[in-house]
């Protein structure tokens, strides 16, 4: 699942981020693609504060990060 | 109601500087490089100040220069030692130092090595070395505590071990902390410890270091132009002073922070308390909410009557986040750094842990559709 954060300021990513993690599956991923530079930080921050994993951070076709977390509980 | 938590920033001149200065006002206005009664008395009060100052950052009184400011004493301590260097002119410097010093690099340096910091914002002092080591480093520059975050930097241990200047950034540091051994160069704030604006730079004798501005032959060639002499009267005084009660407050802001960090943890849910709990300045303390807008807690704590500081990204004028957060894999959003004055007083404090948990849950609320 690709939630799209683009044009959303801090702390409006990782607040999308809480809110759609419930949509996917124990154990599967949802990217969240986001253009605010506070996003890929504070995306890595979220998954080890609420005990999810950071799996990766790549760059969309219009240069914003797209970071994968995977639902851990 | 309310209370003044962002010290760091700047305080009220301590009533020694104050006073200091209202009297060198009248005093010391002469030009102190000339040779008539006004232009003695300023140079008087100019060498005394700068003696009590050198005396209280470990330096001889050639040694030290002023300046406007501490971001223009970061500036010229830096820009020094790469100018006095060899051509290849290349710094090794920890992810975490004040934007002034990696600016200053930026400015001067061929290249910049940033060396990684861990989660508490300390660097790795062995990759500092390591790195510091390479032929065609030059320069590397080094904080005695972090401005954001507090904790303290292995600057002693790094100084011992590497073959180049080691610029120290004191300017949180001096009036609240003992400065590391082993510094070259030395940048410090008299906003630090209540005094006006004005920067120290330090260089110790034998350092190689030139002055990156054009000639002058004012503070020791270092710095050009007139000093500010009623500033630097002041600064002395308040140094004096600050430094007899050091101890004293230091121990007070200790117990205050470590009061701060177990109740913000304890009351404010999606809470991390950030840096060294015990290796750290003892004046300041730092901690990022998960879900909260920093720009508007920051201003609903101020509508309360409390001052903070932010380091997440809707506070500052770029829109981009702290680079300390950052390094240290911190949370930027939701970030509020406290600072405490020599007059920040416990019910102050307890009067700011009443009110926060509810601020965080206003804010909170406010985000909710």
Redesign the interface.
Known sequence: MIVDCRGR????P??DL?RRIGEVAVGRTLTIEAD???AP??V???C???GHEFVAQATAADGAAALVVRRLR | MGAFLDAAAGTPLHPAAREALLAALAEGWGDPGRLYGAGRRAALLLDAAREVIAGGIGARPDEVSFCANGTQALHAAVLGAIAGGRPSREVVHSAVEHSAVLHAIEHGARAGHPIAVDRLGRVDAAAFVAAANAPQVTVAALQAANHEVGTAQPAASVAARIPVPLVVDATQTVGHADLPDGWSVLAADARSWGGPALGVVAVRTGTRWRSPFPADDREGGRIPGLPDVPAAVAAAAGLRAVLAERREVAARHRAMVAHIRERVAATVPDCEVLGDPDERLPHIVTFSCLYVDGEALLLDLDRRGFAVSSGSSCTSSTLEPSHVLVAMGALTSGNVRISLSRDTSEAEVDEFLTVLPGAVAGVREQLRP
């Open positions: 300021r801090c702390p409006l990782i607040l809480a605010d530079p506070a930080p504070d890595r921050a979220w080890r504060m609420t």
